[in-house]
């Protein structure tokens, strides 16, 4: 699994011009899928989303996680994490997990981190989506379980 993590004020997404999700104070979780991901990746991955410090404290340190501070999350669904772009000049997406089998995870992603007490919404599987953010910092982390596990 990679996660492509912006830390937000705000963030939300629309589909066919209607807004599906929204939220404010946070993170956005652009996640994909790889084949051979399962309940390991996706566990380590919500684990350390939820626990990453890089919310600021009191002092204006980045310290505090999405569970500290009380923020929220968006989860949107994005294949294209896994493009292989090694040979000529369109990608490939071989490695991104079928998607019968990927939206099933992304949904188990979405309800691990709300058992956690995260205030969860998400975009709209395998639909074209607008994503409209406001990153605070800014601050962009990518996580790829690949390299973390």
């Known amino acids: 699994m990679k996660a492509v993590l ?3 004020s705000g963030a939300g997404v629309k589909v066919d011009g209607t807004e599906v999700a929204r939220i404010g104070h946070g993170f956005l979780v652009l996640l994909g899928v790889a084949r051979g ?4 990746e996706l566990a380590f991955l919500v684990d350390k989303i939820v626990q990453l410090r890089v919310f600021e404290d009191g002092d204006g340190k980045m310290n505090r996680s999405l569970l500290d501070c ?4 968006l989860v949107v ?3 294209t994490l896994l ?9 490939s997406f071989f490695d991104a ?7 099933p995870l992304v949904e ?16 709209v599987f395998g639909a074209t989506m607008e994503v409209a953010l406001v990153n ?3 601050v962009t982390i990518v996580l790829d379980t690949d390299t973390l596990l």
Do not use: L, W
């Open 6 to 8: 912006q830390r937000v």
């Open 37 to 40: 991901d399962s309940q390991k």
């Open 70 to 73: 009380g923020g929220e999350m």
């Open 77 to 79: 669904s994005q294949f």
């Open 83 to 91: 493009a292989d772009c090694k040979k000529g000049r369109r990608p």
């Open 97 to 103: 997990m079928p998607p019968a089998e990927a939206a």
């Open 108 to 123: 188990e992603f979405a309800a691990a981190a709300a058992n956690r007490g995260i205030i969860v919404q998400q975009g």
């Open 136 to 138: 605070h910092g800014p």
